[in-house]
């Protein structure tokens, strides 16, 4: 356990915690990461390690953003932190012992023009999704209070908190589609879209209330409940241009919000898991076009973004190849949850060595309309480096399984 006895603070900058709480309560336990924002300045995640990992010397210790401070065998130590307003910090056991220091990890950048967008979207009833059938949900004063404790730095917090929300919704399916059906590789965004293929995807859902006949899915994507796939494709022609600004403005908002919220030790989940493709009525040809490396990128738009598998394993997801994301990715907690969610393939992330914290994965459970749902996000353009492939019977049945290593930063 640790706690800050002191804060020597010279330029008055305004300091939050991301729990809430105030800035001298007590914190830390096994494996528990906290976030110290400092408005205008950026991030401080102090980590406690009580004996964390199972192998190497005994050991109590903080990490302060990858320096850290050993408090062997004590329960608990106090501190004293130094922030002298140029984007820097130092900390010591208060009374005593030398400093160490280091950089505080940047605020992220959040448009106004991309607030007030999604403010639009929420007048217009698009955002969140409407009359949500599976999940308790959250009310407004809810996210907004959510925002103001979460992302405190900045005027759009709520902004930041109501995309998170929106993601955990239906609506993460209009997310999806709206980035994987890009050709991403031909010329500058907004770029052409495999509009048959989105079309098709929307007409084909099948899952509980979600379905091309029901009013509040087909809000979701500005559309009127649909009779014929014809009538999707005519009503995509009218608002592609718009769902795709929509899409591309809630992605950067996810991103600077994911960048934002407080990270999640080594200790408390060593290993995250993904079932894919997660969208049944899609199958495992369209998990290789997630991905920037995806040749059918670069077009033409008369060839469907669609790969089969083994023919985009057999290339550019290959073991020691970076890859990309096109999209948010979620991942679990566990093998189980995953093998729920699974189309054929489930992922593996594991960090990147000599880490303490899941820099590039955000623990959004707090934001999600389900609190019962232990989602961790990746942000679209994040990198991994994959470590294995492997084809093996799971439960009964057949899985490719993915290994990945999220790389610094998306």
Request: aromatic share 10%.
């Amino acid at each position: 356990m640790w706690q800050f006895q002191s804060i020597n603070n010279p330029q008055g900058l305004a300091l939050w915690f991301s729990d809430g709480l105030p800035l001298e309560t007590m914190r830390g336990g096994k494996g528990v990461s906290c976030r110290l924002i400092v408005a205008g300045q950026g991030f401080l995640d102090v980590t406690d390690f009580q004996n964390g990992f199972p192998t190497g010397p005994v050991m109590d210790f903080v990490d302060f953003n990858g320096a850290t401070l050993d408090y062997t065998p004590a329960p608990s130590v106090t501190l004293a932190l130094t922030l002298p307003g140029d984007g820097s910090f130092s900390v010591a056991r208060a009374g005593a012992g030398s400093a160490l220091s280091g950089r505080l990890k940047p605020l992220p950048a959040v448009s106004a023009e991309d607030a007030a967008y999604l403010d639009r979207m929420i007048a217009e009833k698009y955002v969140p999704y409407q009359n949500i059938p599976d999940a308790p949900g959250k009310t407004t004063a809810q996210i907004e209070a959510l925002g103001q404790q979460l992302f405190p730095f900045s005027p759009y917090s709520f902004q930041l908190a109501m995309a998170v929300y929106d993601w955990t919704t239906a609506s993460f399916t209009r997310l999806v589609l709206m980035k994987i059906f890009e050709y991403s590789a031909m010329g500058e965004p907004p770029y052409p879209l495999d509009q048959p293929s989105i079309a098709a995807a929307i007409w084909a859902s099948n899952w509980g209330t979600y379905t091309p006949q029901n009013v509040d899915y087909m809000n979701s994507f500005m559309m009127t409940p649909a009779s014929s796939l014809e009538d999707v494709q005519a009503q995509l022609a009218q608002v592609a241009s718009e769902l795709q600004r929509f899409s591309a403005t809630e992605n950067r908002l996810l991103s600077a919000a994911f960048e934002a919220m407080p990270r999640t030790s080594l200790v408390s989940q060593p290993l995250l898991f993904s079932g894919q493709v997660d969208i049944s009525q899609l199958g495992t040809e369209h998990f290789g076009i997630e991905f920037l490396q995806c040749p059918l990128n670069a077009g033409p738009t008369s060839v469907s973004l669609e790969i089969p598998l083994q023919a985009a394993l057999d290339t550019y997801l290959q073991p020691g190849l970076l890859i990309t994301t096109k999209m948010v990715w979620s991942f679990g907690d566990s093998l189980d949850e995953a093998m729920t969610y699974q189309n054929g393939i489930v992922l593996v992330a594991e960090p990147p060595a000599g880490a303490w914290v899941w820099d590039t994965a955000s623990y959004i459970t707090p934001l999600s309309d389900d609190p019962t749902k232990v989602e961790y996000t990746f942000a679209p353009g994040t990198t991994f480096r994959i470590l294995a492939v492997e084809q093996s019977v799971v439960q009964g049945k057949n899985i490719c399984t993915i290994t990945l290593q999220p790389q610094s930063g998306p």
